[in-house]
Nanobody, 117 residues
Framework: QVQLVESGGDLVQAGGSLRLSCAAS????????MGWYRQAPGKQRELVAA???????NYGDSVKGRFSISRDNAKSTVFLQMNSLKPEDTATYYC???????????WGQGTHVTVSS
């Protein structure tokens, strides 16, 4: 099992920036993809961005060009740089990780981002 702890959520004005971090611990040796999802009240959880252990990235359409995901494999940490934030980016952001050879996905507890207009 992998434990994931997110940090960096905050209240920010529209147009501002935030950087989220997610640190993994536990069975980290086989971690493959790490990513960020978000869920706003009354909406389904959606992919924000993901990055494989090899550095391939994938972004949700609504954040392309504004958000950037990166990863420090040595520290088992993934980051989400969020620029040009919009009120519709307001959500709880969850970190997720999967492992090679396993169908299991581990989730963090979430960190809340509020973007005021």
């Amino acid at each position: 099992q992998v434990q994931l702890v997110e940090s960096g959520g905050d209240l920010v004005q529209a147009g501002g920036s935030l950087r989220l971090s997610c640190a993994a611990s536990g069975s980290i040796c086989n971690i493959n993809t790490m990513g960020w999802y978000r869920q706003a009240p009354g909406k389904q959880r959606e992919l924000v961005a993901a990055i494989t252990s090899g550095g391939r990235t994938n972004y949700g359409d609504s954040v392309k060009g504004r958000f950037s995901i990166s990863r420090d494999n040595a520290k088992s940490t993934v980051f989400l740089q969020m620029n040009s934030l919009k009120p519709e980016d307001t959500a709880t952001y969850y970190c997720a990780a999967d492992r090679r050879g396993s169908s299991r996905v581990d989730w963090g507890q979430g960190t809340h981002v509020t973007v005021s207009s």
